[in-house]
């Protein structure tokens, strides 16, 4: 079957170059061995890049133990890497961050600080991709970066923060979203941007599904972890989905309504108590999808 990945295509067009020639990482061998796995070159905490490898890193993940965060600056050869679009780093050292090359950003809180002043859209005047990484409830975005700039793409918790919500009204720009720990909060309504791709994850019970309707541009949807209701009469009301993906959700209810759906290629279904039932997976199966990825459910 012929591969439809819209989020996947999406995702790496925005947060730059993830794998192969040009990434890099700096830390010990422990911090870094997620990214050696796949390739990556790394450079020491202390170390530099070979003069050699200056033009040649576009992708740059910085990672201290927790011991080193507490005295770690960005590393002072930054400016001279010239064609650096994708640059990981811990919440603490955006507070020195400013560049004009980045345009992609991920920011990890592993250790739950903040910096000492947040991250100011003039300082990466051509950022359009931001990914906010946290297994904390605090601090929230709105203390990492403020405003946020006018982002194309944006990853972030929502745990109900509604000042979070607040800043979504204000990025009109935006056409991929992830939003995870949603709770029961009506994201939609705080969205003016024409979406193509939208992720999100962990609802409450209450989240309401249907609301996705209001944003007819999507093309990509993926659910994960919803906890209400979907009814997949939902999906037909938009009208360029090519590809939906849902996962560990259990309420899921008109499974059939997505054969109504005009331009849907693409359906990836896991672990969601088997709504297909035996009959509809030979039915779907039978309809001929670019991909189908149902076995699971």
């Given amino acids: 079957m012929t591969d439809v990945d819209l989020f996947g295509t999406s995702r790496a067009r925005y947060l730059g170059p993830l794998l192969g020639d040009g990434v890099f990482c700096v830390g010990n061998a422990a911090e870094c061995d997620h990214y050696t796995e796949d390739g990556a070159v ?7 890049p070979r003069p050699e490898d200056l033009a040649r890193v576009h992708s740059l993940a910085l990672c201290p133990t927790e011991a080193q965060l507490r005295t770690a600056t960005l590393p002072s050869y930054l400016p001279d890497l010239v064609n650096l679009e994708s640059l990981t780093l811990p919440a603490p050292l955006v507070a020195d961050l400013a560049s ?10 592993a250790f739950g600080q903040v910096p000492s002043v947040p991250l100011s859209p003039g300082a990466v005047p051509n950022l359009r991709a931001l990914m906010w990484v946290t297994s904390y409830d605090r601090p929230r975005l709105p203390q990492i970066v403020t405003p946020l700039p006018p982002l194309e ?7 109900g923060d509604r000042e979070l919500l607040r800043q979504l009204e204000d990025l009109p720009t935006l056409r991929h979203l992830e939003l995870v720990d949603v709770k029961n909060a009506d994201v ?20 309401p599904v249907a609301r996705l309707t209001a944003i007819p541009t999507l093309e990509s949807v993926r659910l994960n972890g919803i906890r209400a209701e979907i009814d997949c009469a939902v999906f037909p009301e938009l009208p360029g989905l090519v590809q939906l993906s849902v996962l560990n959700s259990k309420k899921i209810v008109n499974i059939e309504a997505l054969l109504d759906c005009p331009r849907l290629t693409s359906i990836s279904f896991l672990d969601c108590g088997n709504p297909f039932k035996k009959d509809g997976k030979a039915l779907f199966k039978s309809k001929g999808f670019a991909e189908l990825d149902i076995d699971y459910s």
Avoid: M, Q, Y
Wanted: no cysteine; glycine share 14%.
């Fill in 153 to 159: 793409f944006l990853h972030t918790n929502v745990t």
């Fill in 188 to 207: 939609v309504g705080h969205l003016v941007a024409p979406l193509r791709v939208l992720e999100i994850g962990g609802t409450g019970r209450d989240f």
């Fill in 42 to 48: 790394r450079i020491p905490w202390k170390g530099r």
């Fill in 100 to 109: 004009e090359r980045l345009t992609s950003l991920v920011i990890g809180n």
